[in-house]
């Protein structure tokens, strides 16, 4: 069997696991989220989503943008690996603590006079300081081994699962399920820790030239993610000030639902990019061609999904989650199409990283922060949640295909894009003529 053969059954391995892991995960996130929604109802629910908003907002703060660059870093770099991860973890373990403090300042006024809300938001915000060590699947996925991180992830979330379901026997109050993301990533950190020393990992170590190294090739990543956490967030933030928590909980059912089998995507993305980054050296054909294909499988997977999900709306929230979030059917309707264009926005990294062109994407993103909160200003007091709904959808579609081709050095993207949704150049030359025949 060949080198090439080799590496492909290694990539489809790893697909697998990938995939697997998070089949399991978002099968229980499935069956239990249904139970505590229906337990919370729309207003408590809608407040658990809206501390998330809070922490997803400083999600990008918390990673730095390295989480973007550093599986490119461990294959550049493999002799190093010990001091990117040690280097990374503390980095981020520093910019998690504070990124919890100002949460919690900033819910303390926004939100004085609720003093539920400021108790279910520290608490969850207590989780982004665990959450450092996710830096461990980047390894396991840079040496397509990701069959660890998948086991690791599935067992932390059937604790939390647990968790959650004796919540709900007990009949425990909302705060209680505010602590769930931090048992989820302590458990997980617990896992990731022990297979890495497992399978040989290098001792951590910090050095000022990594950090240097890692901070400035991130550097563009960390405005890009935090402009794309400013419209991840702003609708339920705006949401929740402008109306009220119950809005959020049926806006975040909708969202809730949408994303619910995308799993499949980021499987998809993270198997595609080892083997993307490699066929950057092996020549622009071949590169554009892998970046083609990816988009097209994204895109058209999405699409298939995200009409059949749309047809059948109605049904899926009265079944599953009863009356009291219908309310959430129209939203879901307008908002299940924004996975497509946002997926083609997360494949597009890979391109953007052996391109060099991070720089590039904070005017991208600063574009698509001020269009969402413009859109959601405008559209929210229209159209309450579908508003929201409404904003998001033309700010994925914006920042995927329409921002890109306003400026230069991302045009060429822009046109794979295009040209991988036309279905033109995504075969190879014998496929395509085969095909033809």
Not at 254 to 268: E, G, M, N, Q, R
Request: aromatic residues 12%.
């Amino acid at each position: 069997m060949g080198l090439k053969n080799i590496f492909k059954n290694k990539v489809a391995k790893n697909a697998g696991w990938i995939i697997g892991g998070r089949l399991g995960n978002r099968l229980l996130a499935f069956f239990v989220g249904i139970l505590t929604a229906r337990y919370l109802g729309p207003s408590n629910y809608g407040l658990i989503n809206y501390a998330a908003a809070y922490t997803t907002f400083f999600a990008s703060i918390c990673s730095l943008g390295i989480n973007s660059i550093i599986v490119k870093n461990f294959m550049d770099h493999p002799e190093e690996e010990g001091t990117t991860i040690g280097t990374t973890l503390l980095l981020r373990a520093t910019s998690s603590f504070l990124s919890a403090i100002m949460i919690v300042g900033i819910v303390s006024v926004v939100d004085r006079n609720e003093p539920v809300t400021i108790a279910v938001v520290a608490l969850s915000s207590i989780g982004m300081i665990f959450q450092i060590f996710d830096t461990l699947n980047y390894w396991f996925q840079a040496r397509l081994q990701s069959k660890y991180s998948a086991i690791a992830s599935l067992a932390a979330y059937a604790s939390v699962s647990v968790y959650k379901v004796i919540l709900l026997v007990l009949g425990k109050s909302v705060e209680w399920f505010a602590v769930a993301s931090a048992l989820d990533y302590l458990v997980l950190a617990g896992i990731l820790l022990a297979a890495y020393l497992k399978k040989g990992g290098m001792r951590f170590r910090f050095s000022r030239v990594k950090a240097k190294e890692l901070l400035s090739s991130s550097s563009s990543f960390i405005i890009s993610g935090l402009m794309i956490s400013v419209y991840a967030s702003t609708d339920k933030l705006m949401l929740k000030q402008m109306l009220d928590e119950t809005m959020v909980g049926h806006y975040s059912m909708a969202v809730s639902i949408s994303t619910i089998w995308t799993f499949v995507l980021s499987a998809i993305i993270d198997s595609f990019y080892p083997g993307i980054v490699q066929s950057f050296s092996a020549g622009r054909t071949e590169f554009e061609r892998r970046n083609r294909q990816l988009y097209a499988i994204v895109f058209y997977i999405a699409v298939a999904v995200s009409a059949t999900i749309c047809l059948l709306a109605r049904p899926i929230i009265t079944l599953l989650y009863g009356s009291a979030y219908l309310p959430a059917v129209q939203p879901l309707r307008v908002i299940i199409w924004y996975t497509a264009f946002s997926y083609l926005g997360v494949a597009r990294d890979i391109w953007i990283v052996c391109q060099n062109l991070q720089r590039h994407l904070k005017y991208l993103y600063i574009s698509a922060a001020i269009i969402n909160i413009a859109l959601n200003a405008v559209l929210i007091p229209l159209w309450n949640a579908s508003g929201a709904a409404a904003a998001s959808l033309i700010t994925q579609l914006s920042t995927a295909l329409l921002l890109p081709a306003l400026i230069r050095p991302l045009r060429p993207n822009a046109k794979l894009m295009l040209d991988a949704v036309l279905f033109r150049g995504v075969l190879p030359e014998k496929q395509r003529n085969h095909t033809k025949e």
